[in-house]
């Protein structure tokens, strides 16, 4: 059993920034992928940033230039520094973990509110 535990959500205006951070535990041997996806009322679910262990990055069309992945393995936490935000970044943010072999594992999510 994975565990992971998103904080770092908000309400923030245009143009602010947030950090976001997931910590993983339990049993989180060979953890290879984390990322971010979001959810906005009405929409589907889209990938944010993904961050693989050897330190490769995807981010986004709509987020590239503004939010940044990061991974600390020692710790087994995933960040995502946003910034720049505009009102279409509002959702709720999912953090992702992969575990070969196992399959993937997702936090319960946290608001992230961005005001015009």
């Known amino acids: 059993q994975v565990q992971l535990v998103e904080s770092g959500g908000g309400l923030v205006q245009a143009g602010g920034s947030l950090r976001l951070s997931c910590a993983a535990s339990g049993n989180i041997f060979n953890i290879n992928v984390m990322g971010w996806h979001r959810q906005a009322p009405g929409k589907q679910r889209e990938l944010v940033a993904v961050i693989t262990s050897g330190g490769l990055t995807n981010y986004a069309d709509s987020v590239k230039g503004r939010f940044t992945i990061s991974r600390d393995n020692a710790k087994n936490t995933v960040y995502l520094q946003m910034n720049s935000l505009k009102p279409e970044d509002t959702a709720i943010y999912y953090c992702?973990?992969?575990?070969?072999?196992?399959?993937?594992?997702w936090g319960q999510g946290t608001q992230v509110t961005v005001s015009s």
């Open positions: 992702h973990a992969f575990r070969p072999g196992w399959g993937d594992y």
